[in-house]
């Protein structure tokens, strides 16, 4: 099982770096991808390198992407590879999730017409069934609010995709 996490400057370090980490600690392989380049600064001056660049990636490669929010989903609405994966893992079911400011990615990409989705307070504008809850999975959707929910976001897409029994693990290990 193979996940696609897209990064661009400005992103929201606490939400991208609990789910690598967490799905990493769970046995799913993750990619970083650098949407511009490979060295990528975060809102809060945290600069990583990212594993590959989004031009070197296949998508068919991949099993799900996780968006994280910050500033930089900006950038990942207006970049058309990304539309065009989301649009295409969406088309086979595959997991697509994202995290604060990002759902507003999956709205613009069409992927959550008719689904039911959460989103960072303030911009529930941008969705068409909003919810407020910390995270709502609808389907092969899985979205959440923000920072303060990046722990038990990135534990509902490892509950969704390995199992309860296995997301009870990992919560004990990590003392959840």
Do not use: W
């Not at 959550?112 to 068409?128: N, Q, S, V």
């Amino acid at each position: 099982m193979k996940i696609m996490v897209p990064l661009a400057d400005g992103f929201e370090e606490i939400e991208a770096l609990t789910v690598v980490d967490v799905l990493r600690r769970a046995g799913i392989d993750v990619d970083t991808v650098g949407v511009v380049g490979s060295s990528i600064t975060g809102s809060h001056k945290i600069r990583v390198t990212t594993d590959k660049r989004l031009s070197d990636v296949n998508p068919d490669d991949y099993d799900g992407i996780v968006l994280p929010g910050g500033p930089a989903y900006s950038t990942l609405a207006r970049t058309s590879q990304i539309e065009n994966i989301l649009k295409k893992l969406n088309s086979k079911g595959k997991l697509v999730a994202a995290i604060c400011a990002a759902p507003s990615v999956l709205a613009k990409a069409g992927v959550l017409e008719g689904r039911r989705a959460t989103i960072y307070p303030g911009m529930e504008r941008e969705l068409p069934y909003p919810r407020d809850e910390k995270v709502v999975v609808d389907g092969n959707i899985i979205t959440s609010q923000g920072p303060g929910t990046a722990m038990e976001f990135a534990l509902k897409i490892v509950e969704i995709l390995l199992g309860q029994e296995k997301t009870f693990q990992l919560k004990s290990k990590l003392v959840v």
